[in-house]
């Protein structure tokens, strides 16, 4: 489910949905092996996680290092899957695209030490109402007659020929 609308964030119908993004980090260790990812409990928010990169920190050793998530599937369960196998020598970075899921999402180092830096972008998808159309309709029609007003200009008159005597 992708939610690039053209810039539908401030203009649309009824029923569509408004989108603001947010930079998203964490840091997976061998003390903090895992993170989840949760949006707030408002009822009219969705909430979403785009997986930009996993990248491998300064102090990670030589091993492999496995990052998973888990989030829910297209019929409601949880299942977990591997995003990264990452190893200092050969694939200290992955770059996953955009990688969207719905709140919540949990991220674990399944394997290694890390740290590992999981980065993207925290989605909030809200739906637009009939009120907030309105309020952009007015603000449009006022900007409108801001504009007829600014091409009422008097037109210039030529200028009188003088006539040879």
Do not use: W
């Amino acid at each position: 489910m992708s939610f690039h609308d053209d810039e539908s964030s401030d203009i649309g119908l009824a029923g569509q949905s408004k989108l603001e993004s947010f930079l998203f980090s964490c840091e997976l260790s061998s003390k903090v092996p895992f993170y989840t990812f949760q949006g707030d409990e408002e009822e009219d928010l969705e909430h979403f996680l785009e997986l930009r990169t996993v990248c491998l920190g300064e102090d990670a050793k030589e091993e492999s290092n496995v990052v998973e998530v888990t989030a829910m599937n297209h019929q409601g369960k949880t299942i977990s899957v591997p995003i990264a196998n990452l190893h200092i020598r050969c694939l200290p970075m992955v770059s996953l695209g955009e990688f969207e899921l719905k709140a919540p999402v949990t991220l674990r180092l399944k394997a290694g030490s890390g740290p590992v830096t999981v980065s993207g972008l925290h989605l909030i998808a809200s739906q637009v109402d009939d009120s907030d159309l309105s309020d952009e309709d007015d603000e449009d029609e006022d900007d409108d007659e801001e504009e007829d007003e600014e091409e009422e200009i008097t037109p210039i008159k030529p200028a009188k020929k003088k006539q040879k005597q």
